[in-house]
């Protein structure tokens, strides 16, 4: 992986210098990424999609989880129905891209905070429908943090506050080691999802939680995600 690129990601890990978690612990070592600026999406998902492919060559490397916020565009999960797109596919709007993981069409922007984890599920449980609901938890726990009562609804993916969607969840996974992961409006401005059908849901409103705690910024969720991340996963984070 291309050090720069990261903004202080390291591109080459010397394994002798880590803390080594137990296993026995249920704990793992897992590198904490959380690029400066504001991040393509095509370079994220590359970065997943290396690690993704180191962890499936040497299965005792360890994990990685990313938090960031992206520059505004679409993304179309596996199988996602383009008629959720409420423009021309042939001229959109903003950058829109086709892409491995489950769900329908997601929208990316700043004021979002954007977690992919990239874990090895042999490490918990090989249960996709379990990982998402752990994903869901995180939320609830971040929420209930922020001292808001989040909800799911049921036969969804994602996280509700007062029925409005505040949080979506969407996932790719390779022989149990996974990439993608959890979408949270923070602050982030709304009007870009009024182009498409987020998640497929007609009807469904989405919203952000600034509107819930005004002045909230990304900055102030991130240490709450990064530690629910640590608890439910028993993450040992590894910094440079």
């Known amino acids: 992986m291309d050090k720069q690129l990261h903004s202080g990601t390291p591109a080459f890990i010397d394994k002798s210098k880590l803390v080594k978690s137990s296993a026995s612990a249920k704990s793992f070592s897992?590198?904490?990424?959380?690029?400066?600026?504001?991040?393509?999406?095509q370079l994220a998902w590359d970065w997943q999609?290396?690690?993704?492919?180191?962890?499936?060559?040497?299965?005792?490397?360890?994990?990685?989880?990313?938090?960031?916020?992206?520059?505004?565009?679409?993304?179309?999960g596996r199988g996602a129905n383009e008629n959720n797109l409420l423009f021309d596919l042939n001229k959109p709007p903003l950058a829109l891209f086709r892409i491995d993981r489950g769900g329908e069409v997601t929208h990316h922007l700043p004021g979002q905070l954007v977690v992919y984890p990239v874990l090895d599920l042999h490490n918990y449980k090989t249960d996709l429908n379990w990982y998402l609901r752990e994903l869901e938890q995180v939320s609830l726990e971040v929420l209930k943090s922020l001292g808001l009562s989040g909800s799911r609804m049921p036969g969804l993916t994602g996280l509700w506050l007062d029925g409005r969607k505040v949080a979506s969840v969407g996932i790719g996974c390779k022989r149990w080691i996974t990439q993608h992961g959890l979408a949270l409006n923070v602050n982030c401005q709304l009007e870009g999802f009024k182009q498409v059908i987020p998640c497929g849901l007609r009807g469904k409103s989405v919203d952000r939680l600034s509107n819930w705690i005004p002045g909230l910024e990304v900055a102030d969720v991130k240490p709450l995600i990064r530690e629910s991340l640590r608890k439910r996963f028993g993450l040992v984070w590894q910094t440079e």
């Open 30 to 41: 897992t590198f904490l990424f959380e690029p400066t600026g504001l991040v393509p999406f």
């Open 49 to 76: 999609r290396n690690w993704q492919a180191q962890l499936l060559k040497e299965p005792s490397s360890e994990q990685a989880v990313w938090l960031l916020q992206h520059c505004s565009c679409y993304t179309l």
